[in-house]
């Protein structure tokens, strides 16, 4: 008998493999539920956001309010198991389409941040770079010249980490950089920040 039968593997309608903008665009015109997209999105962002966060730093925010976003429906699931009247119901579906939001945002928002980086033509050392300065700073094309001149900080001294003289040294360099653009006030914590920064 099992010689002669086979297993079909389903496949969630409007199932999509990768982030993309045309891959999201068949995702939201899809007639799946909205539990189903959600399913999805929950699935390729975090496949995703761990395949890249070391590669691409900037995954690490989207993949923590990804974390965060799945906290928030699971939490609601059970609370809707344990309550099966009309009203939850209704307040299920509803909670249902904003964690749908929220999880296209963070689509949305990782999709455009690689096209960006691609447009500006940085690797992702830079771009990392770049992200945090550019929460800081207004002018655009600054922050892309402090970002290339930081990146190459950090490859003049590759053993910051565990090298207390290359860290002290890497911390005065950027103290110097970032201190005319945001300020004393704000030098430290952007400096710390960028210090935390993963580099690939």
Known sequence: MRKHTTVDIFEIPGVIHELGPKELAKLKKSNATTNTKILNLRKILGETTK????????????????????????????????????????????????????????????????????????????????????????????AVSTAQEINSTFARLPNYRWDLKQETELRT???????????????????NTLMTLQRV
């Not at 360099?173 to 400096?191: F, H, Q, W």
Request: aromatic fraction near 6%.
């Open 51 to 142: 395949k890249e966060r070391g590669a691409k730093p900037f995954v690490l925010s989207i993949a923590e309010r990804a974390a965060a976003l799945e906290h928030a429906y699971d939490e609601q699931i059970k609370a809707a198991v344990d309550a099966l009247d009309d009203n939850e119901r209704r307040r299920q579906e509803q909670l249902e389409k904003e964690i749908l939001k929220g999880y296209e945002r963070l689509a949305k928002e990782y999709v455009a941040a690689d096209a960006e980086r691609q447009q500006l033509e940085l690797d992702e050392n830079t771009f990392a770079i770049y992200t945090v300065l550019k929460l800081v700073v207004d002018d655009r094309s600054n």
């Open 173 to 191: 360099e950027l103290y110097k950089t970032v201190r005319p653009l945001v300020g004393i006030a704000k030098m430290v914590e952007v400096t």
